[in-house]
């Protein structure tokens, strides 16, 4: 070998390291610029979980504050129908009582038709046993009216 073969097997491996390092560099400088934009979209992806951490927290107690709600109403709702049925059943009974009541009115006023015909019978001079078959009562109730009526009429 020459002694010039050896300065340049030097200046080509110099070179070689020159271009090899500028490539290096080059894809270094590269590298950096992109771990600064994830290192960026990491901190904007952090902010994001952040408020979608706030939000959900947010609306986990909006949540219980309306199921908490829910349950209230359904808690008064459930003793208003327990109201609401004891009332029913209060007013069934009325209703019951004054059923009987009205039955035990309409049997009386059925009698009292019978008295009030026996009357009338007895003002146009209708004898006992006229009153008795038409009015079907018994005789000792129409000697009663009929001396009512006397008694009225006199008076």
Known sequence: MSL????????????????????????MS??????????MEIQSISL???????????????????ADNNEQ?????????????HRIKLL????VEQQQLLTQWQESQGQDKFYSRAFKLAEKGADIEEIISECE????????????YQQRVRS
């Not at 590269?30 to 290192?39: A, H």
């Not at 069934?92 to 209703?95: D, E």
């Not at 009562?137 to 009512?148: H, T």
């Open 30 to 39: 590269r590298l950096k610029n992109k771990i600064k934009i994830l290192n």
């Open 73 to 85: 109403l359904t808690t008064e709702n459930i003793q208003v129908s327990k109201q609401l049925e």
């Open 4 to 27: 010039l073969a050896v300065p340049m097997v030097a200046v080509l491996a110099l070179f070689l390291v020159l271009f090899i390092s500028s490539i290096l560099f080059f894809y």
């Open 137 to 148: 009562l018994p005789r000792a109730e129409v000697e009663m009216l009929l001396s009512v």
């Open 92 to 95: 069934q009974q009325q209703q």
């Open 48 to 66: 994001q979980v952040n408020e979608l951490t706030a939000s959900n927290h947010k609306m986990q107690q909006a949540y219980q504050v309306m």
